[in-house]
């Protein structure tokens, strides 16, 4: 029986614009987003750049405070947790950025790194600190030696190894991961997937893995968000959404990533024209101004997000079947 580890209910991001005469208007990264993450489960967040996915992972993981909405974590409010709850929280969700890079101090070895978290919330200290950190490192399969090198003396794939060793180190069971491979070559793309798919083998943490990549969301993830203009617009488990899409965008996303596995997806979809500007978003669906399938209806009338078959909910007229003429 699977066991709900997080809940997110309505969560909205705004940012305000500082541009002079902005009329006080507001820039929309995350509107309205909903969903829940199991104990265990990968949940696949996927979607064009500038749809809200990072400023997503950001509220998940306390980097950023929501305008509205609530989380909860484990069954406890994040916003009526005690001060003692906090450090316990901050222990459980970890997160793995995009930039391996800058997540580092260049000034600092890959093993030193690695020690702060487990001396921050006290784990190790004296010798065992880098005990523990070279052991992290053999889990994420890279050689305990690198334990002194600096992070520029390491490779791209390596650096991002050591970023999940960081994140392991305080045994968290949630790992945000803000698209980690999109900075690596082929190869490095591969060893890290597999040390993810390991990694889930072997232990009950839970993932959000945040990708523009439909062919890494494929192979790694149990089930699938779509966000389009800070909004949730699909979602399913990777089986149904990669074998029966039902949103046009979903649809245009697997074409373009020649996901096509039956006849209905055969066809090459190409979406035209940019993403919505989330200071001035379009009227009615989001989607509509590049959609292939939209009618007088979705220019006026945004749609809700509604289950449309068992556990596969869709935010499209069409695909519900509504008239849009």
Known sequence: ???????????????????????????????????TIQEGEILGLVGESGCGKTTLARLLVGLAEPTSGKIWFRGTLLATMPES??????????????DHFASFDPRLPIGKSIEFPLRVHGLAQGRALRTEAEKLLVRVGLNPNLYSRLP??????QRQRAAIARALSVNPVLIIADEPVAALDLSAQAHVLNLFTALRRNSRV???FITH?????AYLCDRVLVMYGGRVVETAS???????????YTRALISAALLGRGAKMTE?????????NPADPPPGCKFHPRCF???????????????????HWVACHVAKGVSVA
């Open 152 to 157: 520029h003396e390491l490779s791209g794939g």
């Open 1 to 35: 029986m699977s066991v709900e580890l997080l809940r997110v209910e309505h969560l909205r991001k705004y940012y305000p614009l500082k541009k002079q005469h902005s009329g006080g208007k507001y820039t929309r990264a995350v509107e309205d987003v909903s969903f």
């Open 213 to 217: 990549d439909l062919n890494v969301a």
């Open 85 to 98: 709850g906090w450090r316990a929280w901050r222990r459980d969700v970890q997160i793995v950025f995009q």
């Open 238 to 248: 990777a089986e149904t959404i990669f074998d029966t899409p039902r949103h046009p």
């Open 293 to 311: 399938a939209a009618g007088p209806l979705c220019r006026r009338i945004e749609p809700s997000l509604d289950e449309i078959d068992g556990s």
């Open 206 to 208: 839970s993932y959000v």
């Open 268 to 276: 090459q979809i190409v979406v035209e024209g940019d993403p919505p």
